[in-house]
C-alpha cells in the first residue's frame, strides 16, 4: 500500500489544526497540532514556547478548516516535556505539549494514534499547516500535505527525513501518517537548516507524559471504540490477507479497537514490568528484546506485532486474558473484558487452540503479595529521643580503600561515645590483607555493637553511617554483618534496619551554617515532601537553585553522587544547607536522563507522599527494600536507593572522644 486510503487521508486532515493566540484571528498564526483525543491537541513544544514562555496553564486558541466551521476555540497548554531551563536544541523527545480546548462540547475528528512504539523506515504523509503568502489581510494559513520518506533513526525518538521535500514554516506539530497501517506514528518537528528534509518525533516519545499519557490514550480508544460504519479509521485499516489457525481469523482492526476501549477501562499497572512479563508470557516468550517504555495495558497490546500487522488471535485474546487476571487477582472489576473474550473465542473453532487462551494463567511471580498486617513505621529519632549507632567512615590517605573507622553510640540522653575503632594492621605492609581485614573487622565490630544495644527486636536500633562526598556511593546498605547469616530471614544491613548517610565533611561545624538547622526544621515541619530535580535540567548548576528550594522540595539525583555531575549537584545541595536528598548508585556518571528517571522520581514522590513526616523516611525505605523480591521486577526499584539524612541537631563526634568498653 503505497498511497493512503483517501478516506483515512481526509480523516487525517480534518483532525489536523493549527495555533493561534487567544482571541486572535486566524491570520495569527504560531504552528500545527492535531486532535488525537476528544478535547487534546498533540503539538510541538517549540511551537508554543516563543509565545507562551510559562508553559502550563498558558491560554490560546485552536483552529481547522474542518472543526467548528472554522472558529477558533480557546484551549490551554496542560503539560510539555521541555526541561525547566531548556535549551535553543531541543531534543526530539522533549518537544511535545498537550492542549485541552475548554470547550469540552467542541466535535472534532481524532487521529488513529499507534499503539506501537515504532520507528517506520519507508514513506509517510505529512499533515500541517503553513501560511499562505498571497493571502488577503486577516486570511488564515492553508492545510499542506507532502509525502516524506523516513531513512535515519535518531537516538531513541528521532525520524530524520531524507532530503526530496521541503516543508514551509508552520508544518511543526503536525502528524505523521503511515500509508501502510493507516495510522498516526509520529509528529513532524521541524525543517533541516538550509537543507531539504527534516526531523520528527516518533510516537513513543508521548509515553514521556507518564499517567498524562495513560489518560489521554483511554480517552482515545474510547472515542474510536464509539464510531462505527464505512468512514472510520478502524473500517479503512488494512487487514493481512492470510487466515489464522484455528478458525479464528485475523486480529482486524475492528478487534484492537474494541481490545483497547476494553483495556482502557482497566486499573493500569504501577510499572511497565507487568506489561512486559504478560505480553511476554502470551507470546510463548517469542518477542525479540525491547526498550521501548511501557506505561499501560494498550503498551503491551503494542508489542504483540509481526512487522505492521499484529499477531494472531491465540495471541491477542491470551494478552487480555492475563491482563484481566492481574487485574481480577488485586480485586479490579474485569466483567466487560473477560466477556468479550469469550464471546471472540467463539470464532476460534479448534478446541484445542481453544484451551491454550482458557488455559493460560498469571506467572507466579505476579501473583499479588498475600495481604499482610499493616506494618508499623518507626520514626527516625531526633535528638534525645532515642539510641542510633554512628559509623563514622574516614578514608586513609595511604589507601582510599582503606578506612579509619570508629562506632559512637548516641544515647538518646545527649551526647555520644566511641563504642569501637579500628586497630588494624598497617595498610603499607598488609595490601589487599589490610583492606580486607579493615572491612571485616568493621562489619563484625558493628555486628556485636548492635546485638548489645538494640532494646528489643521490634524496634531495632538505627544505624548511620558518615562518609566524605567523593564516597557517598560506596553500597552499605548492601552489607550482611554475619559471616554465616540465618537463611530464613533479612540478610541485608538496608532491609534489617533504618539507615542513613550522612556527610563527614560536615564534622566539626556549627550545626546552623548554612542555615542547615533552620532548612531541617522547615522541612521537618512541611506540609508535603516534593522531589527536587537534580542536576537542574538544561542550564549550568547554579547554587542559587539549590538554595531557593522550597521548604519541603528534597532534592532527588537520578544517578551517583560521587562522582561526575552527580557530585557537583550533591556538593551543592549540601552547601546550600539541606539535610535530606536521595540518589541512585546503580548508573554511570555519564547517565544521559530519560524514561527511567522520570520514573524514578515518580516513584520518590509516592514514597513522599505516603510518609507522615520527614523522620518517616528511613523506615518507609526499609520496607521496600524488605519487600524486594527477585522474581518481580518491579520491587527492584528502591535497591539502589541512598538516602541522606543528616540531623543538624546530632552532630557528628570529632576525634577527641575516648574508646569505652562495650557492655
Known sequence: MNEPDPVVNSLTAAATVHLLPAGGAAADFWGSGFFIAPGWVLTCAHVLRPHLPAGPGGHLAVRGDDFNDGIPVPAEVVAWQLAEKEGAAIPPERDLALVRLLDPEAEHECVWFTDRDVRPMHTVVVHGYRPEPQAAPGGGPVSFTARAGINVLSGDHGLLIEPGAEYPKGVSGGPLLDPLTGEVVGIIKSRRKDKEGGLAVAAGALRGFGDRYREVMAAHDRWHAARKGHHTWTARQPVAASAGPGGGGDWTPRDRRDALALLAELP??????????????????????????????RDGHGLLYDGEQPLGPLVQLSYLRLAAQYVGARGGATGPLSDWIDRRLEQVTDPLLHELVTGIGLPSALLPDPVRPERIVLPYPGPKEGPVV?????????????????????SGEGGSEQIGAYEGPAPRTQGGDAVWHNHQTLRRRLHEVLHAEDPDGDRPVPVEIALPLGRFDTPVHRWQLQDAPPMDGLTHLGAQRRLVVR??????QWHDEAGRDSRWQAAAGAQRLTVARIPEPGTAQRPAYYESLPPGAVPVLCRPAGRGAGAAAMELTLRAGHGIALWHIGRGAGHSCGEDCDELRARVQKLFDAAGGTAELPDRLRHLREDIDRRRPETHWPEPLMLLYDDPGRPLPTDDEHTLDSP
Open 268 to 297: 493500569g499497572p504501577a510499572t511497565g514490568a507487568p506489561v512486559a512479563a504478560l505480553a511476554r508470557k502470551a507470546a510463548r516468550d517469542l518477542l525479540p528484546p525491547t526498550r521501548a517504555v511501557l506505561r499501560g495495558w
Open 390 to 410: 554512628t559509623v563514622v567512615m574516614d578514608p586513609l590517605h595511604d589507601d582510599p580503600a582503606l578506612f579509619e573507622w570508629t562506632i559512637h553510640l548516641f
Open 503 to 508: 556527610d563527614l565533611g560536615r564534622r566539626g
